[in-house]
């Protein structure tokens, strides 16, 4: 996937924002980063990758006004 970068950036920005103001524990954000390691090493991951893929290219379509 070529945005993995932004895409990254951004879930640890919306990660921080949770932590710091909707209460967050760093326990939580422990388990999360676990259950994402062992999602990625299922038969799940290139669904999941797709997905992600798929929600991006949407959202880049949408915030270009359509074109693509």
Do not use: D
Request: proline residues 3%.
């Amino acid at each position: 996937m070529t945005v993995s970068i932004p895409l990254l950036t951004l879930m640890v920005i919306v990660a921080y924002v949770a932590y710091r103001h909707m209460g967050l524990r760093a326990w939580h954000a422990v388990v999360c980063l676990i259950l994402g390691f062992l999602l990625a090493s299922t038969g799940a991951a290139p669904e999941i990758n797709s997905l992600i893929s798929g929600i991006v290219h949407q959202a880049q379509a949408w915030l270009s006004g359509g074109k693509g």
